[in-house]
């Protein structure tokens, strides 16, 4: 039980109990937050660690096919905010890279110690990808991405900061008939998790601004890990609170649901039936699906680009 992780691959790792999953993600949560209380109850929620301190918790959802289609993550959520409570909700795959989710946690809180620089020590200019999906990939919980324009803070010619922008994606609702000109996605923001920098992420967005025309910008914020204090910070307004969304589980992992849509299941799955949902040849194929929290969508948009557009 207390080797589980890096010694099982996510195959099987989905046939262990829940039970004994939940213990061994509690003993690596507390070795990151040694004065928490394992499966603390607050409310109707067993949270797996809870800091009294800090007043935070934290709580790991199973991914198994006895949790499939439960929203058990907004269940814990909803009940931890009327309970005054911050927290976070993982979900169990996201414990497999221990290291990664170690530093992310105690930088997102607060309770690592790292190098403090200021951004005006930060030199920003355009990154290329192999730096982009480094920094990423060593550093933020979603990894890399396939945005159009990276930004990249550097200190001494160190990459510590990188801020990267798409185009509006069709999977999250952007429908190819919306007029896209000047409209920007803020897709990933991180630092260096070995470094603290107040002020770089607003030094990074208004130096997209300043480089590229545009009428929006939007983000989301995650809200399993964020109520979205990053976004007021930079001057942007809370323009949508989204619902929950689902993610296929393969192979004890989480999937986007954009990739098993039923265009493409009928050339993929075995014994597809088109009298079926999607959901229901995904079940009969032995997967499953598992619900989120929802995001809340965050806009900025550009005053100036307005008033030109009305003088044409």
């Not at 198994?64 to 979900?91: M, P, R, Y």
């Not at 221990?98 to 030199?123: F, I, M, N, P, S």
């Not at 010619?157 to 999250?172: G, I």
């Not at 995650?222 to 007021?232: E, I, L, P, Q, T």
């Amino acid at each position: 039980r207390n080797h589980i992780k890096g010694t099982v691959p996510p195959t099987f790792f989905q046939y262990i109990s829940a039970g004994t999953k939940l213990e061994a993600y509690a003993d690596q949560l507390i070795k990151i937050f040694p004065n928490a209380i394992r499966f603390c109850t607050i409310g109707d929620v067993v949270t797996t660690v809870y800091d009294q301190r800090s007043n935070r918790a934290i709580v790991v959802i199973p991914i198994d096919q006895q949790h499939a289609n439960q929203k058990s993550a907004v269940t814990a959520s909803k009940a931890l905010e009327l309970a005054g409570v911050q927290h976070i909700i993982l979900f169990e795959d996201e414990m497999v890279n221990h290291q990664l989710l170690e530093a992310k946690l105690k930088h997102y809180t607060h309770a690592g110690t790292v190098d403090r620089l200021h951004a005006r020590q930060c030199d920003i200019r355009q990154c290329d990808k192999s730096a982009k999906k480094a920094l990423l990939d060593a550093n933020h919980v979603q990894g890399s991405d396939v945005s159009h324009i990276a930004y990249g803070a550097y200190h001494n010619d160190k990459l510590v900061a990188v801020m990267t922008f798409s185009k509006p994606r069709v999977a999250l609702g952007q429908k190819g008939s919306v007029d896209r000109t000047g409209k920007w996605e803020l897709s990933r923001f991180c630092t260096d998790v070995s470094v603290r920098i107040p002020g770089i992420a607003s030094k990074l967005l208004k130096h997209f601004q300043r480089s590229h025309a545009w009428t929006e910008i939007y983000s989301y914020a995650d809200k399993r890990w964020s109520v979205g204090n990053m976004y007021h910070q930079l001057g942007f307004d809370l323009v949508a609170d989204n619902k929950p969304d689902y993610t296929y589980v393969i192979d004890g992992v989480r999937k986007h649901r954009w990739n098993y849509r039923k265009d493409i299941l009928k050339n993929t799955l075995a014994n597809y039936d088109p009298t079926l949902t999607e959901y229901q040849n995904m079940e009969n194929h032995g997967m499953w699906r598992i619900w989120d929290c929802g995001t809340l969508k965050f806009s900025v948009t550009n005053q100036q680009s307005e008033v030109v557009c009305l003088q044409n």
